[in-house]
């Protein structure tokens, strides 16, 4: 897209679909952390699932599906720190873990119960009395 105005000077990108990819694609093995998103059409639950796994990062995967068995498949089998079924792979609880897989993330879970065990250190004490 065109460049955005902003009062404050750095690099910015519009929002931006790009339609008719394949996975391999470099828009589809790397990163992008910006308003970005590609469409990879397939020709059934299978080949999305390789699509999704197919990569060597795992932050979030998601599907677009009528079907409950699917979604319930896709969520056991998809290697990603998030899944979701129906709903935009961006954005999330900030009460819930949040974190990837593979070469996504860096160290453990943050947030939720995640970062309460991150920040705790158990200790276990015994008194006889």
């Known amino acids: 897209g065109a460049k955005p105005q902003v009062p ?3 690099w910015y990108v519009q929002p931006t679909l790009i339609a008719d990819t394949t996975a391999e694609m470099r828009i589809n093995r790397e990163e992008v ?7 990879i059409r397939v020709a059934d639950f299978e080949a999305a699932l390789a ?14 599906t009528q079907s409950l068995k699917s979604a319930r498949e896709f969520q056991r089998r998809a290697r990603a720190g998030m899944v979701m079924v129906n709903l935009a792979t961006a954005g999330v609880d900030y009460h819930l873990p949040f974190g990837g897989t593979k070469k996504s993330s860096y160290g453990p879970r943050e947030q939720g119960f995640a970062a309460q065990e991150f920040y705790t250190q158990v200790k276990t004490t015994y008194t006889w009395v």
Do not use: K
């Open 8 to 10: 404050t000077p750095g």
């Open 33 to 39: 952390f910006g308003p970005v998103a590609s469409v």
């Open 51 to 64: 699509v999704a796994n197919g990569t060597e990062f795992g932050l979030s995967a998601g599907v677009v």
